[in-house]
């Protein structure tokens, strides 16, 4: 049996809390993905997902626990990890052709000046932006910003891509188009993709599975959600698939009545679950009263 593409095996976090104790904001945390899978995390602010995206990525490290790509514990930022945050991260100083030029070249430094170009301008096509290739970031809308962004994480072509929250900033109907952006570039490369969300319906929109955690402290990856609807999807269409509807309600189920108590398997790896099927019936715990759980939903 092959091993997976990424394997993260008892990865915890847990930082002193300022009283002469630890806070462990998450702990035993295990899953893989496999080459080419666009995963989703959701989970409640507070239970460590950008945390968990950060070591992933060689930004932070774990207290325990250890990450394996490719068949190589991850140690330290790498080229074959890219990494798109919310706050776009550009350099002011370029134009939006040479903030993809600068990272194109950094990832192939033997390439001639026309190969590193043509590569770059390719990917800015590709996020519709091959009209504002001269503008300064100071010069372009959040959305745009957001889109070369997205496009250089690309344009590297990294083996895993992390996205942590891209389109938390934007409004709802740039958020939208750029959704269908990144559906489309994911289309053509197929790139393993780990992307963080507070939004349901984004990651039924992208995700081949979606992963559930639970509230923090102590949190824990507690579900493998399978998103059974196939590719390619739209925004404008997608609600008309009867597992979009099926997968929507389970993971609403979760965020407000189930976080506070779901648990993992024994061994610590996600309960893997099939919405879509019709047979998942949502586990009862202990609930939580309407008001806490309005609030959770509300900051999910």
Not at 113 to 135: C, F, I, P, T
Not at 231 to 240: D, E, G, K, L, N
């Amino acid at each position: 049996m092959s091993k997976p593409f990424l394997q993260v095996d008892g990865l915890s976090k847990v930082y002193p809390d300022g009283q002469g104790g630890d806070l462990t904001v998450f702990e035993d945390v295990r899953f893989a993905l496999e080459k080419g899978e666009f995963v989703c995390i959701i989970g409640h602010s507070g239970c460590g997902k950008s945390t968990i995206l950060n070591v992933l990525a060689g930004l932070d490290e774990a207290s325990s626990g250890n990450v394996v790509m490719s068949g190589k514990e991850v140690k330290g930022p790498g080229l074959e990890r890219g990494v798109v945050f919310q706050n776009y991260s550009l350099l002011p100083w370029k134009t939006t052709l040479n903030n993809i030029v600068f990272a194109v070249r950094a990832r192939w430094p033997k390439w001639s000046k026309e190969q590193v170009r043509e590569h770059s301008e390719r990917y800015l096509k590709m996020v519709g932006l091959d009209h504002a290739l001269n503008r300064k970031p100071s010069q372009l809308s959040g959305g745009m910003r957001q889109r070369v962004s997205i496009a250089r994480a690309f344009a590297t072509q990294p083996e895993l891509l992390l996205l942590d929250e891209p389109f938390g900033a934007l409004d709802a109907l740039t958020r939208g188009v750029i959704q269908d952006e990144l559906v489309k570039i994911w289309e053509e490369t197929r790139q393993t993709v780990f992307m963080i969300t507070h939004d349901v319906d984004e990651a039924i929109l992208l995700s081949d599975r979606i992963f559930l955690m639970s509230n923090g402290p102590n949190a824990r990856i507690a579900e493998s959600v399978k998103v059974d609807i196939p590719h390619p999807r739209a925004r404008a269409t997608i609600f008309q698939n009867p597992a979009y509807h099926r997968t929507r309600d389970y993971l609403v189920d979760f965020l407000v009545n189930r976080s506070g108590s779901a648990l993992p398997e024994k061994d610590g790896s996600p309960k893997f679950v099939e919405p879509a099927s019709g047979d998942v019936t949502p586990a009862s715990g202990p609930s939580e009263s309407k008001a806490e759980s309005a609030a959770r939903a509300v900051n999910a």
